[in-house]
Structures are given as structure tokens and as C-alpha cells.
């Protein structure tokens, strides 16, 4: 598939949706025409076009917010895209992570048709909300800002205490530190720029050769 191959509308333009790669939240939804898609393609961040000023727009070239495109999908029809990039900060202009922060509707799921592991799911869209809004005073954010080194100790530090409560045969301590120990590893995973989807992934395939 080529550029010229989709299906722009009337006014050149094709509706793009705006993805964070790990967390799969949306970011946005803006335009592109030719031009802005094929800037998109060769520098390998978003670029857009400005229906109301009628003119390209790049992502994040005055507030330094630029969005890093891992992945371009197009869908059936070709005339609309999903954009799967990381975030250099907030997509929306008042400071938001999303643009979709705002809940219009929100349907109560029946308590026996919850996934169990949702929370896992909330919790990475949690920390990928953090580690680009950084609000002051929250745990995840004082991870973020003292780096990798930090994150790695506190990893380090809680599978030494999941060890320990097995050892000492302590269920509930264990389901606790064990608990702490997934939340600093998600944190590692999005300081890295790794999906929960991609260790999922290779568990199905080593499971799929067994």
C-alpha cells in the first residue's frame, strides 16, 4: 500500500487516529492530507493538517510534545488511519495526556463479566498518564524523574522481598510485595518503551511451541 493508494476525501484529507503504542489509549484524532502523511512517514512523528488555518501542522514543534510513529495501520475501507506512537508529553493542548480525558457515557460492566486482570490494564494507563503529565507529589511521577537507575533498584529491591516472604511461607506478605513488584516493573516497562502487549506476546509464543 502507497500513500497515493488511499482514499483521502473531497478536501484531500483522511481522519487519523492517535494511539499510545504501550498503553493503547487514545491520544487524539486529527487530519492528515498527502503531504502531512508523507512528512509523518519520513521523519517518523506526527504531522497533521490544520483544517481551521488551512495549513501543515507538526506535532509538538513549540511545546516539544511530539509523538515518535512506531506504526501506521490503515483500515478496510482505506479511508481512515491509526497512528501507534510514543508520547513526548501531553496530545492535548490544555495539558492533558489525552484529549479524551472527558467521559461522556460509561456503562457499568457486571461484576461476573469483568475481566479479572483489568486493573493490570488501568494501572499501565495509569503510569503512561503519569510518566507524561508528571503530576507533582505522585509516587510514579518520582520514579520517572529519578530515572532508570531508580526504577531498577526498587525492581530489584521488591523481587528481593517477594523472595523473602516465600521463604518465610507468608501468603498475604507475598501477595503484597508480589503486588509491588508488578507495579515497579510496569513502571520499568514504560521508562524502556515496552508494551504490556509485547511480554503477552511472547508467552503465546513460547506457549503456541509447547
Not at 528481593?160 to 507495579?183: G, H, T
Request: charged residues 30%; hydrophobic residues 40%; contains cysteine.
Amino acid at each position: 500500500m502507497k500513500v497515493e493508494d488511499l482514499s483521502f476525501d473531497a478536501d484531500g484529507l483522511i481522519p487519523a487516529v492517535v494511539q499510545d503504542r504501550q498503553s493503547k489509549e487514545v491520544l487524539t484524532v486529527a487530519y492528515m492530507n498527502r503531504e502531512s502523511l508523507q512528512k509523518t512517514i519520513e521523519t517518523k512523528e506526527t504531522w497533521f493538517y490544520s483544517r481551521s488555518r488551512q495549513e501543515l501542522w507538526h506535532k509538538g514543534a513549540t511545546s516539544g510534545n511530539t509523538q515518535v510513529v512506531e506504526e501506521i495501520r490503515y483500515d478496510c475501507d482505506q479511508d481512515a488511519l491509526v497512528v501507534l506512537a510514543r508520547p513526548n508529553g501531553p496530545a492535548c493542548h490544555k495539558g492533558d495526556y489525552s484529549c479524551f480525558s472527558n467521559v461522556l457515557f460509561e456503562s457499568e460492566v457486571p461484576a461476573a463479566e469483568q475481566d479479572r486482570f483489568a486493573i493490570i490494564h488501568e494501572l499501565e494507563e495509569t503510569i503512561a498518564k503519569r510518566s507524561v503529565e508528571m503530576p507533582e507529589g505522585a509516587y510514579t511521577t518520582y520514579l520517572f524523574t529519578e530515572g532508570v537507575d531508580k526504577i531498577l533498584k526498587k525492581v530489584g529491591e521488591e523481587a528481593s522481598e517477594v523472595i523473602i516472604a516465600a521463604k518465610n511461607r507468608d501468603a498475604s506478605e507475598l501477595s503484597l510485595e508480589a503486588a509491588d513488584l508488578l507495579y515497579h516493573m510496569l513502571v520499568l516497562l514504560r521508562e524502556q518503551g515496552v508494551a504490556l502487549d509485547d511480554i503477552v506476546q511472547v508467552l503465546e509464543n513460547r506457549h503456541g511451541q509447547k
